[in-house]
């Protein structure tokens, strides 16, 4: 699986599944798709046992439940978390991603940079371009 996970992002689903309460069996649920233009839609959530199709990533001692759609999106993707005053999440890095030619996809290639807010878990989100 080609995917990075930053040592921010480490941590931040570390903390995430101690404060769930839940067992050690736990593991933290991220679920990407495709979603407009060159973008993602996305949630997270913590999970007692992965889903029928999961795959079980052991990462820094922790386990991620990837589902088939998430694996395929994630490819050369790198995954953040940044802690701001207004906005604190995930962010998914994909250096892969192009322009539709849309006036509401990225820009000349940039990467596109997908939040996922922690205010928004469990649910979707929203596709962010980079300024």
């Known amino acids: 699986m ?3 996970f930053t040592p921010a992002a480490l941590h931040f689903i570390r903390r995430m599944l ?4 839940r067992t050690n069996e736990a593991g933290f649920r991220l679920t990407v798709m495709p979603g407009g ?3 993602y839609d996305a949630q997270f959530s913590i999970e007692n046992q992965p889903a029928s199709g999961d795959e079980i990533l052991q990462v820094d001692g922790m386990r991620l439940f990837l589902p088939a759609v998430s694996r395929m ?3 050369g993707v790198t995954v953040d978390f940044s ?3 207004l906005d604190s999440g995930l962010t998914l890095h994909n250096p892969n991603a192009t322009s539709c030619g849309c006036s ?3 820009a000349g290639g940039n990467p596109t940079v997908t939040k996922v807010s922690i205010a928004r878990i469990g649910r979707k989100t929203e596709r962010k371009d980079p300024p």
């Open 73 to 75: 999106s994630l490819t």
């Open 104 to 106: 509401t996809g990225s």
């Open 37 to 39: 233009c060159s973008g």
């Open 83 to 85: 802690d701001g005053i």
């Open 18 to 21: 101690r404060l769930s309460g």
């Open 2 to 4: 080609d995917v990075t």
